[in-house]
């Protein structure tokens, strides 16, 4: 077996050291490369070589427990999504540890630490960070790692997600097809892979539509706060003020119809508010918002089987399955046609 690691890490260029901290899943621990650990795992997966720690965790009895680590309980998103990926554990016999990374990529990496400490049995998680690799070297150490709603472009991880590229589409071209130019987009976690799909689908959808003009992307997180200060400031100019906003998360939506509300617009007679994700106390609101719905109960139940699988396999095989889920339109009473047009 040392025989083999030298192999790599000659192969690899790099000493048998930092190959053995890579492939003991420490390479972030001692600071080494994402170049030099993606090419010492990658060559590891073709010699086959399996570490004595791996080895033995392969080998472990099954502790009847799976760790979840989302970015923020207190979403109604990824609360949702909490509750049927318990439910599925619970149907299988198993204890889910919940874990809170409240966006944070530091206290996200030292919840997977602690999960792996527990020796749980596998791992569904929503990224905070755009950081695969210690992910990638639990997965590779025998713990099944499950990425949902966010994933890595570049890494073969298993996830499922929306097509947010194409919600976000057909959300602002339903905009501009009810009169809509000024159209403001205001944005959640920047290296989000939601975000950043749903930012190419809107910016995609203006230029297509002669828009590019009017293109205005405002935001930073995925909360109601940055949803009402980013709108606040919106409003402030009455010469430049979009007739719609399109607010990339619930959270986002629910401050930005705060700030209008305290400027004394009225929605959609003043200004037309279209929201990405669904949940059900927005049918309850005045109006009713339109949004872009995420099956996701579908998303959870489909995590939980391919962690699942994963764990119930008898082989060592770790096929990739990336799946993307079709989002679906709700119209409601917050989008109409802009007030100008209302009364021409």
């Given at each position: 077996?040392?025989?083999?690691?030298?192999?790599?890490?000659?192969?690899?260029?790099?000493?048998?050291?930092?190959?053995?901290?890579?492939?003991?899943?420490?390479?972030?621990?001692y600071r080494i490369g994402s170049e030099t650990t993606a090419k010492v795992l990658e060559i590891a997966r073709r010699q086959g070589y399996t570490p004595r720690n791996v080895a033995?965790?392969?080998?472990?009895?099954?502790?009847?427990?799976?760790?979840?680590?989302?970015?923020?309980?207190?979403?109604?998103?990824?609360?949702?999504?909490?509750?049927?990926?318990?439910?599925?554990?619970?149907?299988?016999?198993?204890?889910?540890?919940?874990?809170?990374?409240?966006?944070?990529?530091?206290?996200?990496?030292?919840?997977?630490?602690?999960?792996?400490?527990?020796?749980?049995?596998?791992?569904?998680?929503?990224?905070?960070?755009?950081?695969?690799?210690?992910?990638?070297?639990?997965?590779?150490?025998?713990?099944?790692?499950?990425?949902?709603?966010?994933?890595?472009?570049?890494?073969?991880?298993?996830?499922?997600?929306?097509?947010?590229?194409?919600?976000?589409?057909?959300?602002?071209?339903?905009?501009?097809?009810?009169?809509?130019?000024?159209?403001?987009?205001?944005?959640?976690?920047?290296?989000?892979?939601?975000?950043?799909?749903?930012?190419?689908?809107?910016?995609?959808?203006?230029?297509?539509?002669?828009?590019?003009?009017?293109?205005?992307?405002?935001?930073?997180?995925?909360?109601?706060?940055?949803?009402?200060?980013?709108?606040?400031?919106?409003?402030?100019?009455?010469?430049?003020?979009?007739?719609?906003?399109?607010?990339?998360?619930?959270?986002?939506?629910?401050?930005?119809?705060?700030?209008?509300?305290?400027?004394?617009?009225?929605?959609?007679?003043?200004?037309?508010?279209?929201?990405?994700?669904?949940?059900?106390?927005?049918?309850?609101?005045?109006?009713?918002?339109?949004?872009?719905?995420?099956?996701?109960?579908?998303?959870?139940?489909?995590?939980?089987?391919?962690?699942?699988?994963?764990?119930?396999?008898?082989?060592?095989?770790?096929?990739?399955?990336?799946?993307?889920?079709?989002?679906?339109?709700?119209?409601?009473?917050?989008?109409?046609?802009?007030?100008?047009?209302?009364?021409?």
């Open positions: 077996m040392k025989q083999s690691l030298t192999k790599i890490a000659e192969e690899a260029g790099c000493s048998v050291s930092t190959a053995s901290r890579i492939m003991s899943g420490k390479a972030q621990k033995h965790s392969l080998r472990k009895e099954k502790t009847y427990t799976i760790g979840l680590i989302l970015p923020s309980i207190s979403n109604p998103f990824f609360a949702e999504m909490a509750s049927v990926i318990i439910s599925a554990a619970y149907a299988k016999g198993y204890t889910a540890f919940v874990m809170d990374a409240m966006e944070d990529g530091e206290r996200f990496h030292e919840g997977l630490d602690r999960m792996v400490s527990r020796n749980v049995d596998g791992i569904i998680a929503v990224p905070c960070s755009n950081n695969p690799i210690p992910l990638e070297n639990v997965d590779f150490s025998g713990t099944p790692v499950i990425l949902a709603d966010r994933f890595f472009r570049q890494s073969t991880l298993s996830y499922v997600t929306t097509n947010n590229y194409i919600g976000s589409s057909q959300a602002t071209s339903e905009i501009i097809q009810r009169g809509h130019r000024k159209i403001a987009c205001i944005q959640g976690a920047l290296d989000s892979t939601p975000n950043i799909e749903r930012v190419r689908g809107y910016r995609e959808a203006m230029e297509k539509a002669g828009c590019r003009d009017f293109i205005s992307i405002r935001g930073n997180e995925f909360s109601i706060q940055n949803g009402y200060l980013e709108t606040k400031v919106l409003l402030d100019s009455e010469e430049k003020r979009p007739t719609a906003i399109f607010a990339l998360s619930n959270t986002i939506c629910m401050g930005a119809m705060k700030a209008i509300r305290e400027s004394g617009l009225r929605i959609p007679e003043d200004i037309s508010l279209v929201s990405f994700d669904d949940y059900e106390y927005m049918d309850l609101m005045e109006p009713a918002i339109t949004r872009v719905s995420q099956p996701v109960e579908d998303m959870g139940k489909m995590c939980a089987k391919l962690l699942f699988d994963r764990i119930d396999s008898a082989t060592e095989e770790k096929a990739s399955t990336q799946i993307r889920l079709s989002p679906s339109l709700i119209l409601r009473g917050s989008l109409a046609a802009p007030s100008h047009t209302r009364s021409e």
